[in-house]
């Protein structure tokens, strides 16, 4: 029989993790949950999308004409787990109606760690992850930084220190509220950011320090890194690791006149890509740089669909539902990745 997953929070990643689950042969979508009657409820009942509300806000969704099929209760009670995708910290206070009722749960990178039993990056940690009962998907740019680091940790060779610079999107391409519409704002204004903190969750005792800044800008954020190795790197070599993994995909730009976020994003609307999600860490061939023991690269990293994949992998994880490879074969099959 498929697992039951129920989706809570159909925003910008709830109704992407959603059409994913979908798209899974192992795997059924019970249905999901939304607090307030906007266009997103709307369109997730469009879509066929069982739509389950609070209780106390049933009544605004009848009033705006939008079909509710229960209440968050009898959801997450249909369910065999729960993709948790409410807001930062919203998804901590649903933990114990999870556990009221048993359920597995896969909670999102704006929880803190310790909502989970397992910080989760596919690449990295899977198999920590096989039968917990609650795994936290790390934030997208964690999973950029761990996707990248976990590769050249084990095909290139070990690293012994990171750093790297977060150029964060402002904000999300629907979000009409926040800013900077004209700056560059360090945020944290302190070093290091809490990105470096996020790594250390899933590749415990690393040596890395970040730092971030906020960018004018929607489509990707970026990241500038340097890795100090163990020993001497050649550029040849982490470029064919990258090549080799799932998930990165390399973009010459000195070939393909690709040479920003905004182009990127427009040869994903030009191949037909659904809402130009772009799954993949997406590497600029041509920054990576080797020097003796140091190596540098910049990638860009699609904020609303990276962890897509990753929530995926996480279901079948939790549900012992196949193994790592296997895993992510399914996953990338299903979602048309590159790779
Ligand atoms: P969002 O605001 O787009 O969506 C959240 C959804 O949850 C909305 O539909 C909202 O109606 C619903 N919601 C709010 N309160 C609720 C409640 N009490 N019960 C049920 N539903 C409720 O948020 P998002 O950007 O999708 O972020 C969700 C999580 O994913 C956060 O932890 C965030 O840190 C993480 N995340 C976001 C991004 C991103 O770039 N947007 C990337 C990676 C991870």
């Given at each position: 029989a498929r697992v039951k997953v129920a989706v809570n929070g159909y925003g910008t990643i709830g109704k992407r993790v959603a059409d994913a689950i979908k798209l899974q042969p192992d795997m059924e979508l019970v249905g999901v949950a939304k607090t307030s009657p906007n266009y997103e409820a709307f369109t997730a009942v469009k879509k066929g999308y069982k739509l389950y509300v609070p209780k106390e806000n049933a009544a605004k969704f009848e009033k705006a004409g939008i079909q509710v099929s229960g209440y968050i209760e009898d959801m997450i009670n249909e369910a065999d787990i729960i993709v948790d995708t409410t807001p930062n910290g919203i998804g901590a206070s649903y933990k114990p109606l999870y556990q009221k009722f048993g359920k597995k749960a896969i909670f999102q990178g704006?929880?803190?760690?310790?909502?989970?039993e397992v910080s989760f990056s596919a690449l990295c940690n899977y198999n920590e992850a096989i039968n917990k009962n609650y795994i936290r998907v790390v934030s997208c740019n964690t999973t950029g930084i761990l996707r990248t680091l976990c590769t050249i940790n084990s095909k290139v060779s070990k690293i012994e220190k990171v750093r790297v610079t977060v150029v964060r999107?402002?904000?999300?391409?629907?979000?009409?509220?926040?800013?900077?519409?004209n700056s560059i704002v360090p945020?944290?204004?302190?070093?290091?950011?809490h990105h470096a903190k996020d790594v250390l969750t899933v590749m415990k005792g690393i040596d890395i320090i970040s730092m971030a800044v906020v960018a004018p800008t929607t489509l990707m954020h970026m990241h500038l890194m340097n890795i100090t190795m163990k020993e001497p790197v050649r550029r040849e070599d982490v470029i064919n690791a990258l090549k080799d993994t799932e998930r990165i995909v390399l973009i010459n730009s000195s070939r393909?006149?690709?040479?920003?976020t905004a182009e990127i994003i427009e040869v994903s609307r030009d191949i037909g890509r659904y809402r130009n999600d772009i799954p993949e860490v997406v590497v600029?061939?041509?920054?990576v740089y080797s020097h003796n023991n140091e190596l540098f690269l910049m990638y860009g990293v699609?904020?609303?669909?990276?962890v897509v994949p990753e929530n995926i992998d996480a279901i079948r994880a939790a549900m012992n539902l196949a193994d790592k490879n296997e895993s992510i074969k399914i996953t990338n099959d299903t979602l048309g990745l590159m790779k």
């Open positions: 704006g929880e803190k760690a310790d909502v989970a999107r402002a904000s999300d391409p629907k979000e009409v509220k926040k800013g900077p519409i945020d944290p204004a302190s070093v290091p950011s393909t006149g690709i040479g920003s600029f061939e041509d920054s699609h904020q609303e669909s990276i």
